[in-house]
């Protein structure tokens, strides 16, 4: 009588530490998923920073030369304080819209300055925030394929029963502008 009771027990046990094994295994990968969403937009936010960082010295430089260029000297200025100030991933990819815009309306004014543009500092700053630009992009690119992993993961079956149980929901992609699609108009 006692084996027959044994081997249910067993097998009850059995179950229940596969279970048990699975949801931990499951829970784990889940937090690691977004562990890598976290540490990617963090890579993006250091790049908008360093991109943040080189801008008054930009601004400074234009400043010397195109002092009566105060509207685009100033919309950058704002620009880059709102992008300071943006904790989520829209508002960062929208305050990085508007910077880029603003970027891009200064160098216009720029064009108007020949010696600005064969000004040493200039060109080094402009080289700065050109690698910045190219590192946020690959940055981006990193972030939504880690974006993707995850989410798919977390909306797939049975994942998507522990995700929801665990409260991980699906993250949001660092998705460009409308204005961002624009090709922009250099006038030489």
Do not use: C
Request: glycine share 6%; aromatic share 8%; no cysteine.
């Amino acid at each position: 009588m006692k084996k027959k009771t044994l081997i249910p027990l067993i097998i009850v046990a059995a179950v229940v530490l596969i279970a048990g094994v699975t949801l931990i295994s499951t829970y784990n990968g889940l937090v690691g998923a977004k562990e890598s969403v976290d540490n990617a937009f963090s890579a993006i936010d250091t790049q908008l920073q360093r991109r943040a960082d080189l801008i008054p010295n930009l601004v400074n430089t234009v400043k010397g030369y195109a002092a009566h260029e105060k509207a685009a000297i100033d919309s950058v200025t704002d620009a880059r304080a709102r992008l300071a100030g943006a904790q989520s991933v829209g508002e960062k990819s929208a305050a990085n819209t508007e910077l880029t815009g603003a970027l891009s309306r200064l160098l216009v004014v720029v064009e108007n300055y020949p010696n600005l543009k064969a000004d040493r500092n200039f060109i080094a700053l402009q080289d700065e925030l050109a690698g910045t630009e190219n590192r946020i992009a690959v940055a981006r690119r990193d972030y939504n394929e880690i974006v993707r992993s995850y989410n798919t993961r977390v909306k797939t079956f049975p994942t998507n029963v522990f995700a929801g149980m665990f409260g991980f929901s699906a993250a949001d992609y660092f998705e460009a502008e409308e204005t961002d699609r624009e090709v922009p108009e250099v006038n030489f």
